[in-house]
Structures are given as structure tokens and as C-alpha cells.
């Protein structure tokens, strides 16, 4: 077993309490979050794009994060120090980058054609 599969199993079988962040896409200014009869989460809104839960039942942290993953307004959740996202989407951090670079590159070359 590789390293991910250990921990994934590690996840599966964890017992108390459990806390952990998701964060939301980019662009996306309001998210709306259900309560379900069959996991208790609770969560906590940090900032725009970040959302933090606790759950008292650690066992149940496999489900809810196939829950979020499958919401498309989701781009990743932390849980503990292991960060899972969909399949070939990059860490948030490198969009971020890559959007500042962007916008960095924009705002030059609109100032070369202003002089």
C-alpha cells in the first residue's frame, strides 16, 4: 500500500472528534449549506471563501467529504493536515499564483501602451 492508502484507511476508522476546512471556488460569493439527518456537522463560516466544520463522529469524515467533493461550488477540503480535491484540479494556491501573474502581466502591458 502506498502512502495514501494507508492514510485513507486511517481516515475511515478515526473515532472522535474531527475538524477540517472547505474551500470554496473561486468567483463564488455565497454557498448554501444543508443540514441532513444522516451525518452531524457543524459549520462555521471563516471568511468568503472558507468554511470550517467540526464533526463529533470522526468515522463519519469519509462521507462528508465525498459529499463535498461532489458539490461543484466546493474546490477542496482540509482535513487534519490531508487535503483532497477532485482529480486534476491543481492546489488552490497555484490558481491563486497564476491568476495574480495574470493580472500582473495585464497591468504591465497596459502600461507600456499608455507610454
Same mark, same amino acid.
Given at each position: 500500500?502506498?502512502?495514501? &492508502?494507508?492514510?485513507?484507511?486511517?481516515? $475511515?476508522?478515526?473515532?472522535? %472528534?474531527?475538524?477540517?476546512?472547505? $474551500?470554496? *471556488?473561486?468567483?463564488?460569493?455565497?454557498?448554501?449549506?444543508?443540514?441532513?439527518?444522516?451525518?452531524?456537522?457543524?459549520?462555521?463560516?471563516?471568511?468568503?471563501?472558507?468554511?470550517?466544520?467540526?464533526?463529533?463522529?470522526?468515522?463519519?469524515?469519509?462521507?462528508?467529504k465525498e459529499?463535498?467533493?461532489? &458539490? %461543484?461550488? =466546493?474546490?477542496?477540503? @482540509?482535513?487534519?493536515? /490531508?487535503?483532497? *480535491?477532485? %482529480?486534476?484540479?491543481?492546489?488552490?494556491? $497555484?490558481?491563486?499564483?497564476?491568476?495574480?501573474?495574470? @493580472?500582473?502581466? =495585464? /497591468?504591465?502591458?497596459?502600461s507600456k501602451?499608455?507610454?
Amino acid at each position: 500500500m502506498d502512502p495514501s &492508502q494507508i492514510q485513507a484507511e486511517m481516515i $475511515k476508522w478515526q473515532s472522535g %472528534p474531527s475538524y477540517g476546512f472547505i $474551500k470554496i *471556488r473561486l468567483g463564488v460569493r455565497r454557498i448554501l449549506v444543508l443540514k441532513t439527518g444522516s451525518i452531524e456537522v457543524k459549520f462555521m463560516f471563516v471568511d468568503v471563501s472558507i468554511i470550517m466544520f467540526t464533526m463529533q463522529i470522526g468515522k463519519d469524515t469519509s462521507e462528508l467529504k465525498e459529499f463535498v467533493l461532489n &458539490q %461543484p461550488k =466546493a474546490y477542496e477540503i @482540509k482535513i487534519g493536515d /490531508h487535503v483532497f *480535491r477532485r %482529480p486534476g484540479d491543481p492546489p488552490l494556491e $497555484k490558481v491563486i499564483k497564476k491568476l495574480h501573474e495574470e @493580472k500582473s502581466e =495585464a /497591468h504591465d502591458h497596459s502600461s507600456k501602451e499608455e507610454l
